[in-house]
């Protein structure tokens, strides 16, 4: 009896305050779908692209920010980290005035391999005075608008920080099984409504599509302060929160070419970051995996096999869950029946961070593109 209440009643709890009380972080109501104000003068900007082994998308990426309408001084700096695959070769055959391609250096000590390219990056952009630094991803392509409308956020609201979730890739089976979840727990974990809040502690970004003051990120110590970060995105919003008001949204305006053919590809890009969210801590590692059976598993198998009110409270929770999954499932065009599925992918996420735990523990957390990325503190 007191099991059936535990398991049936607690996880009800939980998900009736996620849907009351946890900012309406499912509704998604932080899009970049509204006007923006037109500025009477349009501030200069650098594009800081970090690259590795990106042929297969390079010059889309790189074409979509040549191809921005933006009104003033605009310049695309690409960082090739070490290729092998002709990144560089490929980026400077797009043949543009406005792109500087900047061959990256080993990294140093203490460094995670894509904030060395962004810092490289930044030492490039400087040549070129900007007010605000691009930081994008390459493998994402942004509508000719994008450009122009972060900048006229930023500068209508004076944030120090607008970042952009990115639409990933959602087309194969894998991907409609997993992707709209990925999103989901991230905006679950950092309420947007919080993060866009000055008044709240809740700090995150989005690393595919950052727009920063430049003044404000080297007040706040530069790429640098945060140089041992593996999940630099949410660093960076961290460090620029301290600085001012920041913003962080759902958006079109820029699209994911990475795709996700397999549950295989889902997964590695998980367990890269999974385990370093939770500090490395195997004591939160285990309360997070209990939390996870509580949140997702306990509803399914109360409601499977529990009787009397401990069912009721077991199929309600499964059914609100189902509901708060409509609209990123809206989002990304797929089947509302897709809600149904959570529990399972929440299974799927919680083996995926314990994987994350036994591969840091064999030395091979982090991994990226065959190569390691910085340990929790900062060693190679």
């Known amino acids: 009896m007191i099991a059936g209440i535990l398991f049936g009643f607690v996880p009800l709890a939980i998900w009736l305050y996620l849907l009351l009380l946890h900012r309406g972080f499912w509704l998604l109501r932080e899009r970049d779908t509204a006007p923006v104000t037109e500025l009477e003068m349009w501030p200069p900007v650098v594009a800081v692209v970090p690259a590795r082994n990106e042929a297969d998308v390079i010059q889309h990426s790189i074409g979509s920010l040549l191809a921005q309408d933006y009104p003033g001084s605009f310049h695309v700096v690409l960082v090739d980290d070490l290729s092998d695959d002709g990144t560089a070769d490929l980026a400077r055959g797009l043949s543009s005035a406005r792109l500087t391609v900047v061959g990256g250096g080993p990294r140093p000590l203490g460094w995670t391999g894509k904030l060395w390219a962004m810092q490289q990056g930044c030492g490039e952009a400087a040549r070129f005075a900007p007010e605000f630094l691009w930081f994008t991803d390459a493998d994402i392509a942004h509508s000719p608008d994008n450009l122009r409308r972060l900048v006229a956020r930023a500068e209508n609201g004076r944030q120090v920080l607008v970042s952009l979730m990115a639409r990933l890739h959602c087309r194969s089976g894998a991907e409609h099984f997993l992707i709209p979840a990925f999103v989901f727990f991230f905006d679950m974990m950092f309420p947007f409504g919080a993060v866009n809040d000055p ?8 690393g595919g599509c950052m727009l920063a003051r430049r003044d404000a990120l080297e007040k706040a110590g530069g790429i640098a302060a945060i140089r041992h970060n593996i999940i630099d995105d949410c660093a960076l919003g ?45 004591l939160v590692l285990t309360g997070t995996l209990l939390g996870l059976a509580m949140v997702y598993l306990a509803p399914v198998m109360t409601a499977l096999f529990a009787w009397g009110i401990s069912q009721l409270a077991g199929w309600l929770a499964w059914i609100v869950m189902a509901i708060m999954f409509q609209p990123m499932l809206r989002f990304y065009r797929l089947s509302p029946l897709w809600g149904l599925a959570l529990p399972l992918i929440g299974v799927f996420y919680a083996a995926f961070t314990l994987e994350s735990a036994f591969l840091h523990r064999a030395g091979k957390g982090g991994m990226w593109k065959g190569r390691p990325q910085a340990d929790a503190e900062g060693q190679a």
Not at 199 to 206: F, N
Not at 249 to 270: E, W
Request: proline share 6%; no cysteine; glycine share 6%.
């Open 199 to 206: 008044h709240s502690r809740v700090a995150a970004a989005a």
């Open 238 to 282: 961290r460090a620029m929160k301290a600085q001012g008001s920041i913003w962080l949204g759902l958006t079109d305006r820029a699209v994911s070419l990475r795709p996700y053919p397999h549950i295989s590809d889902i997964r590695h890009m998980v367990t890269r970051t999974a385990y370093a969210q939770l500090g490395y801590s195997p």
